[in-house]
């Protein structure tokens, strides 16, 4: 599967992109000691004498203190500096002041101080190549002082929707909800760029739109994968040279699924006509595809404990919704339809569910990269 090159974006601008190289902290977090909130900047062994402390100049955010002296007390705003010899932070609420001194009316507490780096140190890894930008990592690379990221180029992709029927008018004619469904799931894991063509099950018109593809990097088709007398996408994968990885696959829904690589190196996916196996052909294959060429690990999913017999030697791919009983534990409902052309029986899902010989897996109902 290629991997996807490689731009700079802003910073601001990287938020649900995927990180193409290791990023570093610039400068430590917090970059000095600082204040973990307002009060009074002073030194412990000064409150250990009990007596009244000198109130001297105030210190906010981002300007930077004069030394602290022997019997001061410095106000201090949360992330200012801590000034030099001061080692204790007083919250503002355990003081009074009076006369221009400070006494403590809780000398209790912790010293209320961050230290450079405690949160991330210069030079230490922020994020991975492969992270999911989002706003928790975005916030990460920002503090440590990255001011544009390096990420992975979205994919462009090619949705053909081939039938006759989805061309036809009168009572023959069916509605295209496939490649609306392939568009709207690319859309929401953010891709800008879908193309989407309404293809007859015809040679002719195979090849031509074959042929039209442009710098698609991605090609999904719907379809014309079975083994009927009009499933003609196969035979025009291979008029053009490409190769076939494999055509047909132990599962449920999807079996008629269909892998080839063309002659230049792009992907091609051919989901079958069926709009739940079409919906499940891509999100288990299309978007492993994806995470595979954005530089991404596996999606792995939960395991959990079995909900439904398992088919010997066939993955089963079930719609099910998720709740929980009397003790708060989850438990799985699978009693929906879960017939490959019954749409509403995915509307009432909340997630699937993966069934193999060996375990039983749950999914979230819609692909998403933050998915780990």
């Not at 909900?307 to 929906?336: C, E, K, M, N």
Request: glycine content about 12%; some cysteine; proline content about 6%.
């Amino acid at each position: 599967m290629p991997l996807l090159g490689s731009e700079t974006v802003p910073i601001g601008e990287a938020g649900g992109r995927i990180l193409s190289e290791d990023v570093r902290a610039a400068h430590n977090v917090p970059p000095f000691r600082s204040s973990a909130m307002d009060g009074f900047a002073c030194r412990q062994s000064d409150i250990a004498s009990g007596r009244a402390l000198e109130v001297a100049g105030g210190g906010a955010a981002g300007s930077w203190p004069l030394p602290l002296r022997a019997g001061e007390a410095r106000a201090i705003s949360t992330g200012a500096p801590v000034p030099e010899g001061a080692d204790r932070v007083v919250a503002r609420e355990r003081a009074s002041i009076a006369a221009g001194r400070l006494t403590l009316r809780d000398p209790s507490g912790g010293d209320n101080i961050r230290l450079a780096g405690e949160d991330m140190m210069i030079g230490s890894v922020v994020a991975r190549a492969g992270t999911w930008l989002g706003p928790d990592v975005v916030a990460a690379l920002a503090a440590s002082g990255s001011n544009a990221v390096t990420v992975r180029r979205w994919p462009a992709v090619a949705v053909l929707t081939t039938g006759t029927e989805l061309t036809a008018g009168g009572d023959a004619g069916v509605p295209d909800s496939n490649g609306p469904m392939i568009a709207a799931q690319l859309s929401n894991l953010g891709l800008p760029d879908c193309r989407l063509a309404t293809v007859k099950d015809q040679d002719e018109a195979l090849d031509h739109a074959l042929g039209a593809l442009g710098d698609a990097d991605l090609i999904v088709s719907t379809g014309g994968v079975s083994a009927g007398d009009f499933d003609l996408v196969r035979g025009a994968l291979e008029r053009v040279g490409a190769r076939i990885v494999f055509h047909g696959i132990a599962m449920r829904p999807g079996k008629p699924l269909l892998f080839a690589i063309l002659p230049d190196g792009r992907p091609f996916f051919g989901l079958p006509g069926n709009p739940v196996a079409a919906l499940v052909g891509f999100r288990f294959f299309v978007f492993a595809a994806m995470r595979v060429m954005l530089g991404m690990s596996e999606e792995a999913g939960m395991a959990i404990a079995p909900v439904a017999p398992a088919r010997p030697g066939t993955t089963l791919y079930l719609r099910a919704r998720r709740r929980f009983d009397d003790a708060g534990r989850l438990a799985v409902d699978t009693d929906i339809d879960q017939r490959s052309h019954i749409l509403s029986s995915v509307v009432a899902a909340d997630c699937w569910i993966r069934i193999t010989d060996e375990m039983t897996t749950l999914f979230e109902k819609d692909p998403g990269f933050r998915i780990r």
